[in-house]
């Protein structure tokens, strides 16, 4: 027995929901990091979601190309975190006022 779209629609808005709720909230990089990739997987699921509704592979293409972009995210954003820790001996955003070179 299939899944109702409007299920996996729900879902996803719950999970999107989390992942903002945790982008806003958050002080820690690290977290907010985690709550963007949160936001993204529920793009993905939607994505999917409405490609298995239309019968178009398009939505799983789109949803390939967002994982190899959440991958970049996470390398990059991890870096930035690691350097950000080395010179300011904090990774929570709110004590970081100016990042110089």
């Known amino acids: 027995m299939p899944v109702p779209p409007s299920h996996v629609l729900i879902f996803s808005l719950l999970l999107f929901s ?11 990089a690290i977290i907010i990091l985690m709550s963007i990739e949160l936001m993204m997987n529920a793009a993905n699921i939607n994505f999917i979601a409405f490609s298995r509704q ?30 950000l820790f080395r010179n300011r001996d904090t990774i ?4 970081v006022h100016v990042m110089k070179g």
């Open 54 to 83: 239309l019968n178009n592979l398009a939505g799983q293409v789109f949803g390939v190309f967002t994982i190899a972009v959440a991958a970049g995210e996470v390398a990059i954003g991890l870096a930035v975190v690691l350097a």
């Open 92 to 95: 929570y955003v709110d004590e």
């Open 18 to 28: 989390i992942g903002m709720l945790g982008v806003l909230t958050r002080r820690n």
